[in-house]
């Protein structure tokens, strides 16, 4: 006996048992699942080593948590069971390879591939097509009796439509809430004062173990069938994908990404289809669950222990880890805003490694009450910046440290300011913050403003660090020996950048406006001022009134616009960049403009354009691009995979044009 192992043994089953207990009981998990799975692994794999450690009443012996009180108990005559993992290409290889050993054949196997979706596993019992009894997994075999909850989810029939189906047919499949109800549920609870659920799938649980089914009633739930149970005096077609158009066409809901693929390598192909595809989704997804498709292999292949041989569920990296918060850094950006940045110790998630997140303002910081030592929760989903979602307050270290916020700006040591209204706080210090000049410069080179290439945002800081730089003008009397001093520069390199900034020089009046980091001064309003006024001496006269006539300006972009160029030192940086040579074609006149007045919407993939390029050269002519199709719309340009914009452009009757279609208008609209 192997006393170490014992013990970490004893002390993983009972942090296992209260994740369960929370997970399951109270809906109200304190750790995300990925760091339960480990938890679960290792158990398994100090077991497997160790069998002297076995024991009946391990987590590992059972499937899921325990059944309420106040609801009745229902047993799985054909029990609920669970799914294998496979974390990765090899554990789909291994999970292929078991399966040609068992079934003794080296043919290429087809398999059904569908979603993993992240809610509850419930059954549904129809007796001569009538609904008679709704229930939850519970351990697998024993599960709650949820028939008048599962009654209020519109998408769950109370009775089969057509007919063939068995007497007895028990269908299975999963609850759950879309993100999009979940995000309204949530609004609505907050601004009611009350507690906010953590994540969809803890939503979904939480309104099923309802004892009123008002409640319920009042949740978005969905349901989706992806298995059949209990099936007596009646056929099913002999292919799990077959099965599943049969339960469609009696009238319940299967997923619309299902697939049949062959082999292991139409497996990988799927997942990377849907795991780029994941985001885009309407619901959370946690893998691809990928089953043997021939229901008479399934058969041969049976279960061991609490999962089948024929299945398993391939997972996605996990979108939230825990880790430890280890400090805080305030970030002065361009207009002077402080954001508060998490330094974290370095967590794999969301597929790379994250070691900051942002903790967006002082009212955030409030609401998480977060501590510098505190276990956090951090959520990278797609492209979006990895954010802090909660601390995990039972963990709190007895040493963990409140986070202040700064009076004082932590570059310039200037005051800074909390304005009345807003959630930001700011920097006073203007340009003499170099934190400011810094982001300042990094905007105005950027692609989408004066596009300066080679101009990276290290190279700006070392540039203003060491005082090269002090006003934007600065940039275009470079010395190039001086340049080519700098780190990780030398005579190519600085003369290429030297070069871009010449090139830059020639731009266009809409992205002169837009590098000059107005505030909320975006390129949509920069391209409205610039058709508006035409030259920026009329911009320096304009009062707040005239700036409100322009489309999508209000009171406070005016305002922020007005202030701007009131200031004397704004002008003056404005006149040393022209004087440096900065210059752009005259503005083309409205009336000239053939697509004013149009609104376009562009969807899915074109080729032979950027779709900034194809943006730009429509706003060029007049139009207004727009991110979703409405009646309002004029005409869409679908390229290939274009989805359901193009299906609500067609709905609608709108004009949709291929991508060489156009190229010929636009050719045709610009000659
Ligand atoms: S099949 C015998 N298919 O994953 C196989 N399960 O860990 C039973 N799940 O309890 C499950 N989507 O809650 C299956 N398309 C799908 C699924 C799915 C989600 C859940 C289900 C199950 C758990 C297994």
């Not at 043997?292 to 058969?299: E, G, H, R």
């Not at 320096?540 to 009134?545: D, F």
Request: proline letters at 4%; charged letters at 25%; glycine letters at 8%.
């Amino acid at each position: 006996m192997d006393l170490f192992a014992a013990e970490e043994v004893t002390a993983l089953r009972s942090e296992i048992e209260e994740h369960n207990y929370r997970y399951y009981v109270l809906d109200d998990p304190s750790v995300p699942d990925a760091h339960y799975d480990r938890l679960m692994t290792r158990l398994r794999e100090l077991e497997t080593a160790y069998p002297e450690l076995a024991s009946d009443d391990s987590p590992t012996k059972r499937v899921g948590g325990e059944a309420l009180k106040g609801f009745q108990q229902v047993s799985h005559d054909v029990p609920m069971l669970s799914l294998d993992n496979a974390f990765s290409h090899e554990d789909m290889q291994a999970f292929e390879r078991r399966i040609h050993d068992w079934l003794n054949s080296n043919e290429t196997i087809e398999f059904a591939c569908e979603p993993k979706l992240d809610g509850i596993a419930v059954s549904l019992l129809y007796i001569d097509g009538i609904l008679q009894r709704g229930a939850t997994r519970g351990d697998g075999s024993t599960g709650e009796d949820i028939t008048a909850n599962v009654r209020t989810i519109p998408s769950i029939p109370l009775r089969l439509r057509g007919q063939g189906y068995p007497k007895t047919l028990e269908v299975r499949g999963e609850i759950y809430m879309p993100k999009q109800g979940f995000d309204a549920l949530n609004a609505k609870a907050m601004a009611a004062g009350e507690k906010t659920f953590v994540n969809p799938r803890n939503a979904a649980a939480g309104s099923l173990r309802q004892l009123d089914p008002n409640i319920t009633a009042q949740r978005p739930l969905q349901m989706c069938c992806y298995a059949v149970g209990l099936v007596k005096d009646g056929e099913l077609p002999k292919q799990h994908s077959a099965i599943l158009d049969q339960l469609h066409t009696w009238g319940l809901r299967i997923n619309s990404e299902s697939q049949v693929v062959k082999g292991i390598k139409g497996c990988a192909e799927y997942y990377q289809y849907l795991l780029n595809k994941r985001d885009q989704l309407a619901y959370d997804i946690d893998g691809i669950v990928f089953k043997v498709n021939d229901i008479a292999s399934q058969k041969r292949l049976g279960f061991v222990s609490r999962a089948p041989r024929w299945a398993i569920a391939h997972k996605f990296p996990a979108q939230e880890e825990m880790t430890t918060l280890l400090g805080v850094d305030f970030q002065v950006g361009r207009t002077g805003v402080l954001t508060p940045v998490a330094r974290l110790k370095p967590v794999f998630v969301g597929g790379v490694t994250v070691s900051n997140a942002t903790l967006h303002n002082a009212d955030e910081i409030e609401r998480l009450q977060v501590h510098i030592g505190d276990s956090v929760i951090v959520r990278r989903a797609g492209d979006v910046i990895p954010q802090v979602v909660r601390a995990v307050l039972e963990r709190r270290p007895a040493d963990s440290v409140e986070i202040v916020f700064p009076n004082q700006c932590p570059i310039c040591a200037s005051d800074v300011e909390r304005l009345p209204g807003e959630a930001v706080t700011r920097c006073t210090g203007g340009l003499v913050c170099s934190a400011q000049r810094k982001e300042m410069i990094k905007h105005f080179a950027s692609r989408k403003a004066m596009d300066i290439e080679g101009l990276g945002d290290k190279l700006v800081e070392q540039m203003v660090d060491e005082g090269i730089i002090v006003e934007l003008a600065d940039l275009f009397h470079l010395d190039l020996e001086r340049i080519a001093d700098m780190d990780r520069m030398g005579d190519k390199s600085a003369q290429n950048l030297l070069d871009a900034i010449e090139k830059a020089k020639y731009t266009t009046l809409p992205r002169f406006l837009f590098s000059l980091g107005i505030r909320e001064v975006g390129e949509a309003t920069a391209l409205n001022l610039a058709r508006h006024f035409g030259d920026i001496a009329s911009l320096y006269t304009a009062s707040e009134e005239a700036l409100q006539e322009i489309e999508d300006i209000g009171p406070i972009v005016a305002g922020h616009i007005f202030h701007f160029m009131q200031q004397e030192a704004n002008q003056t940086s404005i006149e040393s960049l022209i004087a440096a040579g900065i210059h752009w074609p005259a503005m083309v006149q409205n009336e000239a403009q053939p697509l004013a007045g149009q609104t376009i919407v562009l969807t899915g993939k074109l080729e032979q354009f950027s779709r900034s390029e194809a943006k730009q050269r429509l706003q060029n002519l007049g139009a207004k691009v727009a991110g979703s199709v409405s009646a309002n719309t004029s005409w869409v340009v679908a390229g290939p995979g274009a989805g359901s914009k193009l299906k609500k452009a067609t709905e609608l009757d709108i004009e949709v044009l291929d991508e060489d279609q156009f190229a010929i208008r636009l050719a045709e609209l610009e000659s």
